[in-house]
């Protein structure tokens, strides 16, 4: 059975990727997906499990220790992660994964797993626009607000250790959504993805 | 302006590409189309100056010597080629061109323009359907139908050098299409081709 493939779906606070991959989730039902883990304390309407694994730093730093994070990152006091064992399950079960991860985090997938990572920037279509959307959240002083927009712009410089980046306009996470989709589907026929059918066919095989 | 790409779609003979690239030109009538020209007499059903310009051998030389070919080659006893005017105009219009050539002549064009050009090869689902495409043109004799398998598989061979691999399943043309619709789109959001994007914005030109 052919592996699945990583697409790291990542981006600066306030790029949308939450609602994007929220959408994504529905378009393709059949895609895996890793619930990160994190030590932050949930947000209202956030689920244990569904959105992160909400653990201690106890438990983080012990999953760590055992080699058993894929990637991780600590962001703004709180430590977010991806566990490896969900990973690996799934992508052995021949499907894709979708992580939606911070910035760092992706690069640290992509430098791991150069052909089996593909990763998506995320970007607001301008610094503007940016801020408002990090302000209209509501849920954070204004100093974390100035942190994150000052970070936002110097991981956005980190954007030529992506493969794709993707403007995700104000109002139009169906047809952002609809940009990453079609990007999954094109890395399937890249030629050192379909290498083993071109070499089947070129020997005979099936003649 | 941001300037064209140029999406070469290729493969050997009887790969169904002719079928294709029409689906695509239904699909997407802003994208820019280079007629090619050969020196093949035209079959049943073709046009002048639509399936191809069909000039002369001396006049094919002629242009030839002149610099005004893009890529060309010499396929069973007659000249194919894209002449150089018609796409350098249509990529300065900021327009994609969607180039349906020979195998040979995709190579030359990736060696010559790697950065713009992305090269997609079909392939029939396997050898023996290969063989009743060819067959079931009922236009070649049957040596020319077995000097074209045996180069067919070679040209498999040679897939490597392509960007992208495209399975044109029987009956799936639009399938197919919408495949490499797909691959178009995505290339489009590809870090290199977003750079200018991404650096204005880091840049806080919008700020």
Chains 1, 2 share one sequence.
Do not use: W
């Not at 209202?44 to 080699?67: C, M, Q, S, W």
């Amino acid at each position: 059975m052919e592996k699945g493939l990583i697409f790291v779906i990542s981006g600066p606070a306030g790029c949308g990727k939450g609602t994007v991959v929220g959408k994504l989730r529905e378009m393709m039902p059949n895609i895996g997906f890793s619930v990160s883990a994190t030590t932050r304390p949930p947000r209202p309407g956030e689920i244990d499990g569904v959105n992160y694994h909400f653990i201690t730093r106890g438990k983080f730093t012990e999953l760590l220790e055992a080699g058993e994070v894929l990637e991780h990152t600590e962001y703004c006091g709180n430590m977010y992660g991806t566990l490896k064992s969900e990973a690996v399950r799934t992508l052995n079960e021949g499907r894709d994964i979708i992580l939606e991860i911070e910035v760092e985090g992706a690069l640290q997938i992509k430098s791991m797993m150069p052909d089996d990572a593909v990763a998506v920037m995320l970007i607001a279509p301008d610094p503007e626009e940016l801020e408002r959307r990090l302000r209209g959240r509501g849920t954070e002083s204004d100093e974390v607000i100035k942190r994150r927009l000052k970070r936002s712009v110097e991981e956005i410089g980190l954007a030529e250790n992506y493969d794709y980046v993707v403007i995700n306009e104000t109002g139009k996470t169906d047809e952002c959504a609809a940009k990453i989709q079609g990007i999954i589907n094109a890395e399937h026929l890249r030629y050192q993805r379909m290498k083993d059918t071109v070499n089947g066919y070129a020997a005979g095989q099936k003649i």
